[in-house]
């Protein structure tokens, strides 16, 4: 094991025994949403794993060490500080371990820590991507370039349409990652099951996903893999509606020149106040069924293996 890094017992134990393991991740829990509305999420979260038959590792930094598998505690103190806490992607990582600091991780550094502690499938709302007039700001996720190095798959519901889909997946194909429909031929804009994006890749089943996932690592192909897995109808968006509060979060980001780690953040507050919190709501749904799913792949993972 690496010397920064820190399993939980019962990750361990699970690990250690090849039963299925699903990492999660805290920046969603400290920048992703509210308190105390993060925190029972998370919890709830925990619980969807445990009922579909695998352990969750919800993963941080936590005084300088890389945790795999929380204690509820660790994860209420992360949700009451909020945007205090340092958000960690790949970048950030050193400064934090080395300074002794805790650090709520990214899609990308859940991905690096999931895949040191010996954790395949990692559940989380949505990954970051390309933003909006990237061709200027040059502003595009370490979660993509993570996404081709590191051999984690990544069950979401897509990604948010603050960010430009088309070149998210642009520059996944570029990434050499999979991305795959899950009982769908479209790539899912998280607050909506469509995005008029079509998909090379679809899997209806968790032993088909499976399967995917574990020949591309045995061909010696390191990296991730998206599992696009669309929000449930009953608690998808009205189109008009999400869109208009994207678009008006995007002029106010615009207005107030917030730019670089603070961006992703600041559109995610700002669309759920917009929506009067029935984002917030959709988000918890999709969080959860991405959960159950997840756990679903780990479980075929660990029989195929
Ligand atoms: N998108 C969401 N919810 C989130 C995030 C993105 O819909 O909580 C978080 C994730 O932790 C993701 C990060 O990895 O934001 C991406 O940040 P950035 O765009 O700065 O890479
Ligand atoms: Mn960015």
Redesign the pocket.
């Known amino acids: 094991m690496n010397r920064y890094l820190d399993r939980s017992p019962e990750v361990a134990a699970a690990l250690e025994a090849g039963r299925p393991v699903v990492a999660l991740?805290?920046?969603?829990i400290s920048?992703?949403?509210p308190y105390p509305r993060n925190v029972e999420t998370a919890l709830a979260v925990e619980a969807a794993v445990r009922e579909a038959g695998a352990v969750p590792a919800t993963i941080a930094v936590l005084g300088g060490r890389l945790k795999a598998g929380l204690a509820e505690g660790e994860i209420e103190a992360l949700g009451k500080a909020g945007l205090a806490v340092l958000?960690a992607?790949r970048r950030d990582l050193p400064s934090i371990v080395a300074r002794g600091l805790d650090g709520?991780?990214?899609?990308?550094?859940?991905m690096i820590i999931a895949e040191l502690a010996g954790i395949r499938v990692f559940a989380?709302?949505?990954?970051?991507?390309v933003?909006r007039g990237a061709e200027r700001s040059f502003?595009i996720?370490?979660?993509l370039e993570e996404l081709g190095r590191t051999s984690v798959a990544v069950v979401c519901a897509g990604?948010?349409s603050?960010l430009d889909l088309p070149k998210t997946l642009e520059y996944l194909e570029t990434r050499g990652v999979p991305v795959v429909g899950y009982g769908t031929d479209e790539f899912p804009a998280?607050y909506t099951s469509r995005s008029g994006l079509r998909l090379e890749e679809r899997s209806d089943t968790p032993e088909d996903l499976a399967a995917l996932v574990s020949v591309k690592w045995s061909l010696g192909l390191a990296g991730g893999v998206v599992v696009a897995n669309p929000i449930p109808a009953s608690m998808s968006m009205p189109e008009k509606l999400i869109n208009g509060a994207i678009d008006k979060a995007l002029g106010e980001m615009e207005a107030k020149g917030v730019k670089?780690?603070e961006?992703?953040?600041f559109l995610?507050a700002k669309v759920k106040e917009l929506t009067g919190g029935d984002s917030l709501e959709s988000?918890i749904a999709l969080v959860l069924n991405n959960a159950r799913l997840a756990a679903k792949l780990a479980a075929a993972l660990a029989k195929l293996s």
């Open positions: 991740e805290s920046t969603i920048h992703g949403m958000k992607s709520a991780t990214t899609v990308a550094a859940t989380t709302g949505g990954i970051g991507g933003h502003d996720s370490a979660d990604a948010k603050i998280f670089g780690k961006v992703t953040p995610l988000n």
